[in-house]
């Protein structure tokens, strides 16, 4: 198991090994952490009961995966990251949008996955041991955390990939005797003092279905490239790698998530979950809730800090991926102090997935429509380029930007920004939407019709793209 040396250079067809069933086994086993089972708890927090929880969380969650999960198409052609191969649309240099999107993303949810792990960790070593639950032990426990986290990141997919593949196997199990744990305290009813957080019902289950739901496939938008650019499309079809990424996606959310629900009812948790649901476990179940919380952190946060690596190396060609990603763990940790220290788990929570939820769709939308204009045809010798610190080529455009997918992607963002509505933000064009966040769809659609209109030739044949390759960058 030697650390990987690649970043996001092209990976030659050799050790292109994976298949479909790694693809579901890093989906899945990654997915199931207090990280991404906090999220069942957010519906709850909301005023939500039992059912309302569950429709808002499987219907957002469908329809996230429904966007997302073509994605995985585009890098089994290209052989390199999602970010990098969405240069063949904005652009080699173009593609550092999808870097930076790629990089909040997995920053975001890197720092939520030790905070939540963390916080359950100190509760349960506070109840089993009578360590102090103070700010000097959340320090020490959240720092451990991300140095075994920067391990997996550092060795890179490989050691990613077999512990993913012991994690669903084990993390499936404690999560199951989880369910017999909470299950003497469960109650389908609302939890008392949590009335509806927008007011009413429709828009708050509308609200969750975004914040809770959707926000979970679309944290992958830029991810599963960096899974899928090791499978080889000689080997394994589109169709059986989109299934795998369906089925990895749909399993490896909602299991997690629905899981969070139960549990947050059951422990009764509104304004909180970690806490509640360390006070509400019994004492057989607290060892293995220390290994839930321990183990599923360090393999969801190693998969984000790997991607954030990968991102980073994209933005700054000249930093090797395993010094990008000890910057970026720095960073992370130094977000997850904040957030303890600053923040409010619902408020941060709601108001970061939603605002880069709304920021990511139309970059995805924008890449969906490329590819499926180019019908999976790259060259990628030419995606390269900026990686190579040249120029030309035929995604060389207008110095390395596509202006008119640039200026899509602006736009759409913007809309979406507008029409968000979070506990710290909301956007002018609620006026417009009934107080209703539809943010996702704005973005999505203005982003998309945008660029369609905007750009009706197939990219590869743009004018102005003539290949001029090893040419010295400026």
């Given at each position: 198991?030697?650390?990987e ?5 092209t990976?030659?067809?050799a ?13 899945l ?12 708890w957010?519906p ?11 429709t ?8 996230g995966?429904a966007?997302?999960a073509?994605?995985a198409?585009?890098?089994?052609r290209?052989?390199t990251?999602?970010?990098?191969s ?7 240099r173009?593609r ?6 790629g990089?909040?993303?997995s ?24 360590l ?6 959340h320090?020490?426990?959240?720092a451990l955390?991300?140095?075994?986290t ?28 989880g369910?017999?744990?909470?299950a003497?305290?469960f109650?389908?009813?609302p ?8 007011g ?8 969750s ?6 926000s979970?496939?679309?944290?992958f ?6 899974y899928t ?6 080997r ?6 989109h299934?795998a ?9 909602l299991?997690p ?7 947050a ?11 509640p649901?360390?006070a509400a476990?019994?004492v057989w179940?607290?060892?293995p809730?220390?290994l839930?919380a321990?183990?599923?952190s ?14 980073l ?24 102090f904040l ?5 409010d788990?619902q ?9 880069l ?9 924008i ?6 204009r180019?019908?999976?045809e790259y ?13 030309g080529?035929?995604?060389?455009f207008?110095?390395?930007?596509h202006?008119r997918?640039t ?10 920004l507008?029409a968000?509505?979070?506990p710290?933000y ?5 006026a417009?939407?009934?107080?209703i ?5 704005l973005?999505?659609?203005t982003?998309?019709?945008l660029y ?12 102005g793209?003539e290949?001029v390759?090893g040419?010295?960058?400026?």
């Amino acid at each position: 198991m030697a650390i990987e040396q690649r970043g996001v250079d092209t990976v030659p067809e050799a050790e292109r090994t994976s298949g479909p069933r790694d693809l579901v086994a890093i989906l899945l086993g990654s997915n199931l952490c207090l990280g991404v089972i906090v999220f069942g708890w957010l519906p709850v927090s909301f005023g939500l009961g039992l059912w309302a929880s569950v429709t808002s969380v499987v219907t957002g969650t469908l329809a996230g995966v429904a966007v997302t999960a073509p994605l995985a198409l585009v890098s089994l052609r290209t052989a390199t990251n999602l970010s990098t191969s969405s240069g063949a649309f904005f652009g080699v240099r173009g593609r550092l949008v999808g870097s930076v999107v790629g990089l909040l993303l997995s920053l975001g949810y890197t720092a939520l996955t030790l905070w939540i792990g963390g916080d359950v960790m100190v509760g349960t070593l506070a109840r089993l041991t009578g360590l102090s639950t103070g700010d000097g032990t959340h320090a020490v426990v959240y720092a451990l955390l991300a140095a075994c986290t920067v391990v997996g990141a550092v060795y890179g997919y490989r050691l990613l990939l077999r512990l993913s593949k012991a994690l669903a196997v084990g993390m499936t199990v404690l999560l199951a005797v989880g369910l017999v744990a909470y299950a003497g305290d469960f109650t389908t009813a609302p939890v008392p003092d949590t009335p509806y957080l927008l007011g009413s019902f429709w828009p708050t289950w509308l609200f969750s279905a975004v914040a809770a739901g959707l926000s979970g496939p679309v944290a992958f938008i830029t991810l599963l490239g960096d899974y899928t650019r090791y499978v080889s499309p000689t080997r394994h079809s589109a169709r059986s790698v989109h299934r795998a990424t369906w089925l990895g996606l749909l399993v490896g959310l909602l299991v997690p998530q629905l899981f969070g629900t139960v549990t947050a009812l059951a422990a009764r948790a509104g304004l909180d979950y970690a806490g509640p649901l360390v006070a509400a476990s019994p004492v057989w179940y607290l060892v293995p809730l220390l290994l839930a919380a321990t183990a599923g952190s360090v393999g969801n946060a190693g998969l984000m800090l790997y991607s954030m690596g990968l991102d980073l190396d994209a933005i700054l060609p000249r930093a090797t991926r395993t010094r990008a990603t000890l910057v970026v763990a720095a960073v992370a940790t130094g977000f997850v102090f904040l957030g303890h220290f600053a923040s409010d788990a619902q408020s941060a929570m709601t108001s970061f997935v939603l605002l880069l939820t709304a920021i990511g769709t139309p970059w995805a939308v924008i890449t969906l429509i490329g590819h499926a204009r180019c019908r999976g045809e790259y060259d990628p010798e030419a995606l390269q380029v900026h990686n190579r610190r040249s120029r030309g080529g035929i995604y060389w455009f207008s110095a390395g930007w596509h202006p008119r997918a640039t200026v899509s992607w602006a736009l759409g963002a913007a809309v979406g920004l507008a029409a968000v509505s979070t506990p710290l933000y909301e956007g002018p064009l609620l006026a417009l939407t009934g107080g209703i966040d539809c943010s996702f769809v704005l973005s999505g659609l203005t982003g998309g019709l945008l660029y369609a209109v905007l750009t009706p030739a197939p990219e590869r044949d743009a004018p102005g793209t003539e290949s001029v390759p090893g040419v010295p960058a400026d």
